[in-house]
T-cell receptor, first 117, second 109 residues
């Protein structure tokens, strides 16, 4: 069954709008979640690692003030794209591991397709 | 630097066998994952190798040679639904997955 629930699946909104994406782990506690972005025909790009109860770790080049991550509980991490612009249009995907990171695969949510007009 | 090298695209026939190769260079190594990603969807986990050799899972098998920095994914009895991108993703010394652009596999009847 599904390990991760991501919502919403699609978002279409006007430029300047802030958009919140939720990622929930189902049936277990996830201390760490990952947020990715993927542009068409390109590889997954890790944006940040979300840690429950502490600040997220952002990858180089990712604006932490633009992409706000909150991991307030062991089952929920949110990504807020603030004041979104057309260049932020992309496929955003969260993932998590269910155990020790060494040999456990990342399980992905279904992704959120964000289109900024 | 860290690098993944896979063919951009491959074509195979329904019912046949296809091997998707992957060579990688990472700072340290903590296993290698293969994922399947259908167009417009998130990746789904297929297989994991940490030791040299072949791991078999139904129609899919994955092979690893750590000394050569090489892995392959073998798909047997191809079905039309296998048309997707296949992502080879090794983990580096920080347990971070390194992603390439993947191989787009096209299955023809």
């Amino acid at each position: 069954g599904a390990v991760v629930s991501q919502h919403p699946s699609w978002v279409i909104c006007k430029s300047g709008t802030s958009v919140k994406i939720e990622c929930r782990s189902l049936d277990f506690q996830a201390t760490t979640m990952f947020w990715y972005r993927q542009f068409p025909k390109q590889s997954l790009m890790l944006m940040a690692t979300s840690n429950e109860g502490s600040k997220a770790t952002y990858e180089q080049g990712v604006e932490k003030d633009k992409f706000l991550i909150n991991h307030a509980s062991l089952t929920l991490s949110t990504l807020t794209v603030t004041s979104a612009h057309p260049e932020d249009s992309s496929f955003y995907i969260c993932s998590l591991v269910t155990g020790e990171q060494g040999n456990q695969p990342q399980h992905f949510g279904d992704g959120t397709r964000l289109s900024i007009l | 630097g860290q690098n993944i090298d896979q063919p951009t695209e491959m074509t195979a026939t329904e019912g046949a066998i296809v091997q998707i190769n992957c060579t990688y260079q990472t700072s340290g190594f903590n296993g290698l994952f293969w994922y399947q990603q259908h167009a417009g969807e998130a990746p789904t986990f297929l297989s994991y190798n940490v030791l040299d050799g072949l791991e078999e899972k139904g129609r899919f098998s994955s092979f690893l040679s750590r000394s050569k920095g090489y892995s392959y994914l073998l798909l047997k009895e191809l079905q039309m639904k296998d048309s997707a991108s296949y992502l080879c993703a090794p983990k580096d010394s920080n347990y971070q997955l390194i992603w390439g652009a993947g191989t787009k596999l096209i299955i023809k009847p």
